[in-house]
């Protein structure tokens, strides 16, 4: 089993609207979740990062986390056009050394606006 | 992409050659990350460093090795190129390790 399990899509919604995200993982150790959008042959960037359980929002993406079912999950609404790329969940422990100071990735979704 | 920068950006090399990969911030970030990003395996950490002189090995670190003199650069060696080095390579930093991670452009590495 992968630590991080996230659906490649393609996923192809119609402009405006709301868009799902999700990821599921197994590692309980997990305290920590990003998520990156990353553009074609561009750098991953971040939109959204939390530490606990519950809803964070910034601006049209809300990130959720539901460490109990070990589940995260971000929301777009009204989607754009621009809004299609590539995104990725990451996450890690507060462990420290071997490696554990980096993330652990999601393969990423590949999301498609429609106009 | 938060002050980094990485050379170069695009490179084909020969199996067996040496490779080296440069990391530059002006964030001042303690922590400097490696990884290496593959269709069918997303990113995986190779190496990285959490102050000057200071590293530590990730999940794909076989074949990699890393320097750290100065704070604001971080190199990535490829000793003996091979074809399964050909990949994109991101760096990343931050500010400790439990803070966000923010990523460079990337290079991409073709190797023959």
């Known amino acids: 089993q992968k630590e991080v399990e996230q659906d490649p899509g393609p996923l192809s919604v119609p402009e405006g609207a709301i868009v799902s995200l999700n990821c599921t993982y197994s590692?309980?150790?997990?305290?920590?979740f990003m998520w990156y959008r990353q553009y074609s042959r561009k750098g991953p960037e971040l939109l959204m990062y939390?530490?606990?359980?519950g809803n964070k929002e910034d601006g049209r993406f809300t990130a959720q986390v539901d460490k109990s079912s070990k589940y995260i999950s971000l929301f777009i609404r009204d989607s754009q056009p621009s809004d299609s790329a590539t995104y990725l969940c990451?996450?890690?422990?507060?462990?420290?050394?071997?490696?554990?100071?980096?993330?652990?990735f999601g393969k990423g979704t590949h999301l498609i606006i429609q106009p | 992409d938060a002050g980094i920068t990485q050379s170069p950006r695009h490179k084909v090399t020969e199996t067996g050659t040496p490779v080296t990969l440069r990391c530059h911030q002006t964030?001042?970030?303690?922590?400097m990350y490696w990884y290496r990003q593959d269709p069918g395996h997303g990113l995986r950490l190779i190496h990285y460093?959490?102050?000057?002189?200071?590293?530590d090995k990730g999940e794909v670190s076989d074949g990699y090795s890393v320097s750290r003199s100065k704070t604001e650069d971080f190199l990535l060696t490829l000793e003996s190129a091979t074809s399964s080095q050909t990949s994109v390579y991101f760096c990343?930093?931050?500010?400790?390790?439990?803070?966000?991670?923010?990523f460079g452009p990337g290079t991409r590495l073709t190797v023959l």
């Open positions: 990343a930093i931050s500010e400790s390790t439990y803070n966000e991670q923010f």
């Open positions: 590692n309980s150790a997990f305290q920590y």
């Open positions: 939390t530490y606990s359980s």
């Open positions: 990451a996450m890690k422990s507060p462990r420290r050394g071997g490696g554990a100071d980096g993330l652990t």
């Open positions: 964030e001042n970030h303690r922590y």
């Open positions: 460093s959490y102050g000057v002189k200071d590293t």
